[in-house]
């Protein structure tokens, strides 16, 4: 199962909005929807911030949202703030019992 | 509180074999489906092992199937990954993860780390 295609890095200065994309294939992302989002800080564990496309667990901001359209998904974030900065992983059940993830975004408060 | 406690994590030499446990607490444990999820220095994340509520089920990246079992003692809300024939490529630190009804891992352990090195 091949990884999901994330950009490496995106970066926007505080108060807009970014976009990280999430490509898979319609065995995973075009298949479920099953997408989820991390956040990562580092040296910390991940942490959920999108679930089932476009679903907010309590406690996130809704300045966090999901998308998806055919084989991509999306994480918008507006409204950026410094302490957006953190790499972000998606993931995806691609069916049989596996999940796969994307290779990472590292976000850039400017 | 969720709490997930990873342990057992270190050096280890290619070939070698290594435990990994995970405790629990917080929550109904023989409720979810528990997951390995690991990450290689500087690199993302992955997928290795998920097991069903009571154990019976039992699923393998491919990267691993064949090498690492994956198991669990709901009496003792507690996790477990043998990982056997180590290779290099295996280094990472390993997270445990409570699976959700909602197909997402909505807690994470804070994860260990296994080194692979003569």
């Known amino acids: ?110 | 509180e969720v709490k997930l406690l990873e342990s057992g994590g270190g050096l280890v030499q290619p070939g070698g074999s290594l435990r990994l446990s995970c405790a629990a607490s917080g929550f109904t444990f023989s409720s979810y489906a528990m997951h390995w999820v690991r990450q290689a220095p500087g690199k993302g994340l992955e997928y290795v092992s998920a097991i069903s509520t009571n154990g019976d089920g039992t699923y393998y990246a491919n990267s691993v199937e064949g090498r690492f079992t994956i198991s669990r003692d709901n009496s003792k809300n507690m996790l477990y990954l043998q990982m056997g024939s180590l290779r290099a490529e295996d280094m990472a630190v390993y997270y445990c993860a409570r699976y959700s009804s909602t197909s997402c891992y909505d807690s994470w352990g804070q994860g260990t780390l296994v080194t692979v090195s003569s």
Do not use: M
Request: with cysteine; proline share 5%; aromatic share 10%.
């Open chain 1, 1 to 110: 199962q091949s990884a999901l295609t994330q950009p490496r890095s995106v970066s926007g200065s505080p108060g807009q909005s970014v976009t990280i994309s999430c490509t898979g294939t319609r065995s995973d992302i075009g298949g479920y929807n099953y997408v989820s989002w991390y956040q990562q800080h580092p040296g910390k564990a991940p942490k959920l911030i999108i679930y089932d496309v476009g679903k907010r667990p309590s406690g996130v901001p809704d300045r966090f949202s999901g998308s998806k359209s055919g084989n991509t998904a999306s994480l918008t974030i507006s409204g950026l703030q410094a302490e957006d900065e953190a790499d972000y992983y998606c993931c995806s059940y691609a069916g049989s019992y596996t999940w796969v993830f994307g290779g990472g975004t590292k976000l850039t408060v400017l």
